[in-house]
């Protein structure tokens, strides 16, 4: 009897990552987005027709033909490596095939990143550009301002809720972040002051949704696109060319800068491992610069 076709099979390895490995539904998107490019450049239809052959045209097309950068190229090896060991395991496939592929080197890249003069001015564009709604202008700021200031990631702006956050304590709990990890982070006055006053406004406004941020016209969680078309006007206003995720780099450097540890910043970034944030070592001169002047020969 034949195995069930590919594709039915990747449907039931996600199923299960959901269920009883509990990823969290941005992996499983990454997943999905994987396993449909692969069956859309590839002739791959039953586990039998998989070999070492078609899995390296498929990912040597997507390197020259695609323009993969070695990141994207080791994304789509680790999604599909993991679906390809299940095979083994369940007796679909003999042998994983993808253990024989060669990886490309990462090209070590410094973190984009603002100095504290950019980041003063995408948060005061974020609050002084023009506005039909009042409620707008404390939202975009406090969402900036969040990143900047507490180094969350946009999709934990995203799923941020109104409980999560207490200016009187002065923390935000972070609810199951990358890597399904929970962590408080603590907030620092000039934060508190821009979080209450956008509250303030949402109160007048009459929100009720649980998500801490929300639409404006209507009474719904903020999305993707709206942070994105926030972030989008803001960097066309202020000729600085970033993204959300800038921000969020920018909060490690300007941490760095203002003399916090190595350690804590670790922790307050959510990284699993220290070496993740030591790359942001490299980002500031001025933090290399108070090093170098304590040489003993100086």
Not at 129 to 147: Q, S
Not at 157 to 182: A, H, P
Not at 268 to 275: D, Q, Y
Request: hydrophobic fraction near 35%; glycine fraction near 4%; proline fraction near 3%.
């Amino acid at each position: 009897m034949m195995n069930p076709p590919l594709s039915e099979l990747a449907q039931s390895y996600m199923q299960r990552c959901a269920v009883i490995r509990n990823y969290a539904p941005s992996t499983i998107k990454n997943y999905e987005r994987t396993f449909a490019l692969f069956f859309k450049l590839s002739t791959v239809e039953y586990p039998k027709d998989l070999n070492l052959r078609i899995l390296e045209d498929w990912f040597f097309h997507g390197r020259l033909e695609r323009k993969w950068s070695a990141v994207t190229f080791r994304s789509h090896l680790k999604y599909l490596n993991t679906f390809m060991k299940w095979l083994v395991k369940n007796e679909y496939i003999k042998e994983n095939y993808l253990d024989q592929l060669e990886k490309p080197r990462l090209e070590h890249k410094i973190p984009r990143t603002l100095t504290r003069e950019q980041a003063l001015k995408v948060l005061e564009y974020s609050f002084n550009m023009a506005y039909v709604y009042r409620l707008c202008k404390y939202r975009n700021r406090a969402i900036v301002a969040i990143m900047l200031m507490a180094g969350l990631r946009r999709g934990e702006v995203l799923k941020l809720k109104l409980n999560d956050v207490s200016i009187e304590n002065g923390s935000i709990f972070i609810n199951q972040g990358k890597g399904s990890k929970d962590r408080v982070i603590p907030i620092n006055s000039r934060l508190k002051i821009l979080l209450s006053e956008y509250l303030q406004q949402r109160q007048k406004f009459g929100k009720k949704c649980i998500h801490f941020f929300t639409g404006v016209q209507k009474d719904i969680p903020l999305g993707e696109s709206g942070i994105e078309k926030v972030m989008t006007t803001l960097k066309k206003r202020t000729k600085i060319n970033f993204s959300s995720h800038t921000l969020r780099h920018a909060f490690a450097r300007l941490m760095l800068e203002g003399g916090c540890d190595i350690y804590t910043l670790s922790k307050l970034m959510g990284h699993s491992k220290i070496t993740t944030t030591t790359i942001y070592l490299s980002c500031s001169t001025q933090q290399m610069s108070k090093s170098v002047e304590m040489h003993s020969l100086n």
